[in-house]
């Protein structure tokens, strides 16, 4: 294989490691809340952040694309 392959080759590694790095990161924030979660004020604290996170994004988004339709 030649240089161009082997270029290619790591280059296609790099979304993987990406994604990895990503998960293991949502992974070690998120781990000590869900390992809390029987406690109640824990669990709402924990499904209003993720409400906020999706609505936050979905605005985000939306500015972005410039789109005004709701």
Excluded at 10 to 30: D, E, F, M, S, W
Excluded at 47 to 64: C, G, K
């Amino acid at each position: 294989m030649g240089f161009m392959g082997e270029f290619f080759s790591n280059v296609a590694r790099y979304p993987k490691y990406l994604i990895t790095i990503i998960v293991g990161g949502i992974v070690a924030l998120l781990g000590p809340l869900f390992k809390n979660i029987s406690n109640p004020v824990t669990a709402v604290a924990l499904i209003s952040s993720i409400i906020s996170a999706i609505i936050t994004i979905f605005f985000v988004l939306q500015a972005m694309t410039n789109s005004n339709q709701l």
